[in-house]
């Protein structure tokens, strides 16, 4: 269903008249592709459509909120949310933002929009084929998936806020099992991105067996101390768990970890860590945060010195500052919370910058972590982990073997204050984007 921004507008004036003083409508409208091969046979085809708003008011100083999926309904969803204000306690920073200039941003695939579900299953099907075609050993691929969304959003307020956009975004993995006597191992993949041309499914499901057979013959490993190479997917699942003491709202409420450690220095000098709703086909890219604040660019941690927080206007009212455009809701029925755009980490200067061709040649003797199991496990506020983690053995620049059932432990504000390198080999996975890390000294335990 195509969004009536007029539909919004009339919204938020009856708002109004019905007592709220402040009135706030979200739409989000989407259509959605999602294929599963099984064998070069589609074994799930999902072909869905949601439309949906939201009303969020303030009314004497309380919040109010209603939603539905059926724009009949705006009279009941009017009322509901005045007498949910009814009901509510008193909140001074609730709030709602102006208008602003927008940014341009490319997020928008014509291409992407118009897929049809034959040439949705053949992009889909390249994925198996490819895994199976790079080597004999793959012998399972236990799934293949592939998906395909277009959508349309728009965010209208009585503060002058007015804007309506359109976004696509496609994504595809695959798990494969490469298996040689009587050893299995796993190996997976995953692209997204907001272009489609963007996603090499081909690539996708190589790189996938690759990282399966790489880790035939792996053996366990003694005790050790020594140098480790984050692979970039692996430096996105720490990124992702220390994304949520960037949030004000975590540091707002006592939970995180970087809480009274603003302008100060927290990992090494080495690194910079960035959030921008602004770079073209990104999936966390977007013209307006969900409450329609322009995104921005921020470098949140430069050389290893903590810049900023993340805040949406709820967060930045409360600690005395500006949104700076991290709204974020799970859909139109959703609350806006404080989120991530896209969140990535960089070197500090080209000096602390290494070719990917040339990482393994940087250590002496270290591990190759090519996946890290249970990382969603680390506590967020404390900053510990420890999980078991799979890779290569390097010596003196060169692969000896692969290891398996290792586990490294630690803080992860520790762990990223002893980061000695950086790879050039910076990709994205949803939007968390990382390089390789090389990290000095670390106890590897079996």
Do not use: C
């Not at 049809?116 to 084929?129: F, G, S, V």
């Not at 090499?200 to 490993?221: C, D, H, M, T, Y």
């Not at 941690?301 to 709204?327: C, H």
């Not at 070719?355 to 270290?366: C, H, Q, T, V």
Request: negative net charge; aromatic residues 8%.
């Amino acid at each position: 269903m195509k969004i009536d921004i007029d539909f919004a507008v009339d919204l938020v004036s009856k708002a109004r008249k019905s007592g709220a003083d402040l009135a706030e409508v979200f739409i989000k409208s989407s259509k959605n592709l999602s294929v599963e091969i099984k064998d070069q046979v589609v074994d799930s085809l999902e072909s869905s459509f949601s439309f949906g708003y939201s009303l969020r008011i303030k009314k004497q100083g309380r919040p109010g909120f209603s939603y539905s999926t059926d724009i009949n309904d705006r009279d009941s969803v009017i009322k509901n949310a005045i007498e949910a204000a009814d009901y509510s306690d008193e909140d001074i920073y609730i709030d709602l933002p102006e208008s602003s200039d927008l940014m341009d941003v490319e997020i928008f695939d014509a291409a992407l929009s118009d897929i049809n579900e034959d040439d949705a299953i053949r992009k889909t099907m390249l994925l198996e084929k490819s895994a199976y075609d790079e080597d004999r050993q793959i012998k399972k691929v236990r799934k293949a998936s592939g998906s395909f969304t277009s959508a349309e959003t728009a965010i209208v307020n009585s503060k002058g806020v007015e804007t309506k956009y359109q976004s696509t975004s496609s994504s595809a993995q695959i798990m494969v099992v490469a298996e040689e006597g009587g050893e299995s191992q796993s190996g997976w993949d995953f692209e997204g991105s907001r272009f489609l041309q963007d996603i090499s499914f081909e690539g996708i499901g190589r790189n996938a067996a690759r990282r399966a057979i790489q880790l035939l013959g792996s053996r366990k490993i003694e005790k050790a101390k020594a140098y480790v190479i984050l692979d970039n997917s692996v430096t996105v699942d720490f990124l992702g768990i220390f994304a949520s003491s960037l949030s004000s709202d975590a540091v707002q409420k006592g939970k995180s970890l970087l809480k009274d450690r603003l302008n100060k220095k927290v990992m090494s000098s080495k690194i910079n860590i960035i959030d921008s709703g602004l770079l073209k086909g990104r999936l966390g890219s977007k013209p307006v945060d969900d409450e329609g604040v322009p995104v921005k660019e921020k470098t949140l941690i430069r050389e290893g010195v903590l810049q900023s927080f993340i805040y949406n206007t709820y967060t930045a009212k409360k600690g005395g500052t500006v949104s700076t455009g991290n709204a974020v809701r799970g859909s139109f029925a959703s609350l806006p919370s404080v989120g991530i755009t896209n969140l990535f980490m960089e070197p500090a200067s080209s000096p602390y910058s290494v070719p990917e061709n040339k990482l393994f040649s940087s250590i002496d003797r270290g591990l190759y972590i090519v996946d890290a199991m249970g990382v969603h496990t680390a506590n967020p506020i404390s900053g510990e982990f420890s999980v078991g983690v799979t890779g290569l053995w390097i010596e003196k620049g060169e692969v000896k073997f692969p290891v398996k059932e290792a586990v490294i432990s630690g803080n992860i504000l520790e762990f990223f204050d002893k980061i000695e390198a950086v790879g050039d080999d910076l990709r994205f996975y949803g939007n968390i984007g990382a390089p390789s890390l090389i990290i000095s000294e670390t106890d590897i335990s079996a």
